[in-house]
């Protein structure tokens, strides 16, 4: 490619980046323009061309990538201190180029109008009103376990295998859809990734690729996690970037499925969560609270946490700031705390309906 279009190219980056900057005080705009248009024929396109194939193409796509990547490095190493310039405008334009496809073709949701204004519900909520969900969501919760568990002591097994959760996971959608028909999810293109093992010891149950709008499992998960994060990856898939609002819709699709073990798996999801911020506001409350939570589903919270103890490494916490700053520079100011505005959504949704 000539020089004068390769810096053409990379300068391009400079205005996308203005772009974005411009975009973030027009949230009605991408979501009326990008988020419920061009968007929804793009993911539609991408289910069609790649969710029929039984393995990711996206982690196909990274690895062919990283190969050629390498490949370059090593057949132009002498190139980079002869023709300095050169090299930069090729790595220049390679940037502004991905950078352009990973918003087109995704990244742009996270400019999107906030969730909570979208449903009309607030943002915020008090003590009194987290104490009370909870127990609600707690005698929800512990009567599902009943129904499934030999006893109130015993963990919950899933009855089916991943693969099986995956072709579960359109009938909560579904039902939510008949309330907000933009959370039709067809078709679907979930799966595991190639890189569970890597995926593991980096910390992450799951991840969208952006490039071909294919769910990424960590494969090796307990299966008792599958049926949310299958859910929250799917909620990224319709166009909720922010990680708070894809975990609040992946539990309500969840929730809403007509599988019982979906149920299970949704509910106490988010009942760990408010569980979490009773903690952090009321510690004092917390033990009385959490001695009313069946044995069974804290089992189920050991089970997950033990999982992931075991694969802890010294450079996790480097993936973990890395992942925090990608969210902090994508419009998530709080960063990964924001996983935690879960709950906010979830007492306001609510409110006083029967769970």
Same mark, same amino acid.
């Not at 990711?56 to 132009?76: C, E, K, M």
């Not at 924001?338 to 309906?353: D, E, P, R």
């Given at each position: 490619?000539?020089?004068?279009?390769?810096?053409?190219?990379?300068?391009?980056?400079?205005?996308?980046?203005?772009?974005?900057?411009?975009?973030?005080?027009?949230?009605?705009?991408?979501?009326?323009?990008?988020?419920?248009?061009?968007?929804?024929?793009?993911?539609?396109?991408?289910?069609?061309?790649?969710?029929?194939?039984?393995?990711?193409?996206?982690?196909?796509?990274?690895?062919?990538?990283?190969?050629?990547?390498?490949?370059?490095?090593?057949?132009?190493?002498?190139?980079?201190?002869?023709?300095?310039?050169?090299?930069?405008?090729?790595?220049?334009?390679?940037?502004?180029?991905?950078?352009?496809?990973?918003?087109?073709?995704?990244?742009?949701?996270?400019?999107?109008?906030?969730?909570?204004?979208?449903?009309?519900?607030?943002?915020?909520?008090?003590?009194?009103?987290?104490?009370?969900?909870?127990?609600?969501?707690?005698?929800?919760?512990?009567?599902?376990?009943?129904?499934?568990?030999? @006893?109130?002591?015993?963990?919950?097994?899933?009855?089916? /295998?991943?693969?099986?959760?995956?072709?579960?996971? %359109?009938? &909560? +959608? !579904?039902?939510?859809?008949?309330?907000?028909?933009?959370?039709?999810?067809?078709?679907?293109?979930?799966?595991?990734?190639?890189?569970?093992?890597?995926?593991?010891?980096?910390?992450?149950?799951?991840?969208?690729?952006?490039?071909?709008?294919?769910?990424?499992? @960590?494969?090796?998960?307990?299966?008792?996690?599958?049926? /949310?994060?299958?859910?929250?990856?799917?909620?990224? %898939?319709? &166009? +909720? !970037?922010?990680?708070?609002?894809?975990?609040?819709?992946?539990?309500?699709?969840?929730?809403?499925?007509?599988?019982?073990?979906?149920?299970?798996?949704?509910?106490?999801?988010?009942?760990?969560?408010?569980?979490?911020?009773?903690?952090?506001?009321?510690?004092?409350?917390?033990?009385?609270?959490?001695?009313?939570?069946?044995?069974?589903?804290?089992?189920?919270?050991?089970?997950?946490?033990?999982?992931?103890?075991?694969?802890?490494?010294?450079?996790?916490?480097?993936?973990?700031?890395?992942?925090?700053?990608?969210?902090?520079?994508?419009?998530?100011?709080?960063?990964?705390?924001?996983?935690?505005?879960?709950?906010?959504?979830?007492?306001?949704?609510?409110?006083?309906?029967?769970?």
């Amino acid at each position: 490619m000539p020089k004068n279009k390769k810096l053409i190219i990379t300068l391009f980056l400079i205005v996308q980046v203005l772009i974005i900057q411009v975009l973030k005080h027009f949230p009605q705009f991408v979501e009326k323009f990008y988020s419920n248009g061009l968007y929804v024929f793009i993911s539609k396109l991408m289910h069609y061309a790649f969710g029929w194939i039984p393995f990711s193409i996206g982690d196909l796509f990274y690895t062919l990538a990283s190969v050629y990547l390498i490949r370059w490095l090593i057949l132009n190493r002498k190139r980079i201190i002869k023709d300095t310039f050169n090299w930069i405008l090729d790595i220049g334009a390679v940037v502004s180029l991905a950078y352009f496809a990973f918003h087109m073709l995704w990244a742009y949701n996270y400019y999107r109008q906030p969730l909570s204004k979208s449903l009309n519900v607030e943002a915020e909520y008090t003590t009194e009103q987290l104490l009370d969900f909870t127990k609600r969501l707690i005698e929800k919760s512990n009567s599902i376990h009943d129904q499934i568990a030999l @006893n109130d002591s015993t963990k919950v097994d899933m009855p089916f /295998t991943k693969s099986e959760v995956f072709d579960k996971i %359109q009938n &909560g +959608y !579904a039902k939510l859809s008949g309330k907000y028909p933009h959370l039709d999810y067809q078709p679907k293109s979930i799966k595991k990734s190639i890189y569970s093992t890597a995926l593991t010891y980096m910390g992450f149950s799951g991840y969208l690729n952006p490039f071909t709008n294919e769910g990424q499992v @960590n494969g090796l998960i307990p299966t008792y996690k599958f049926p /949310t994060t299958a859910c929250h990856e799917a909620a990224h %898939q319709l &166009g +909720y !970037a922010a990680e708070n609002e894809a975990n609040f819709i992946g539990s309500l699709a969840a929730i809403n499925n007509d599988d019982i073990y979906f149920k299970y798996s949704g509910y106490t999801f988010a009942l760990r969560y408010c569980l979490v911020e009773i903690y952090k506001r009321d510690a004092e409350a917390y033990p009385t609270i959490l001695e009313t939570v069946n044995k069974g589903i804290l089992k189920n919270y050991q089970e997950v946490q033990s999982f992931w103890k075991s694969y802890e490494t010294p450079i996790e916490p480097v993936f973990e700031k890395t992942f925090d700053n990608f969210l902090k520079a994508n419009n998530q100011s709080a960063g990964m705390k924001s996983y935690s505005y879960v709950v906010a959504l979830l007492v306001n949704y609510y409110g006083h309906k029967a769970l």
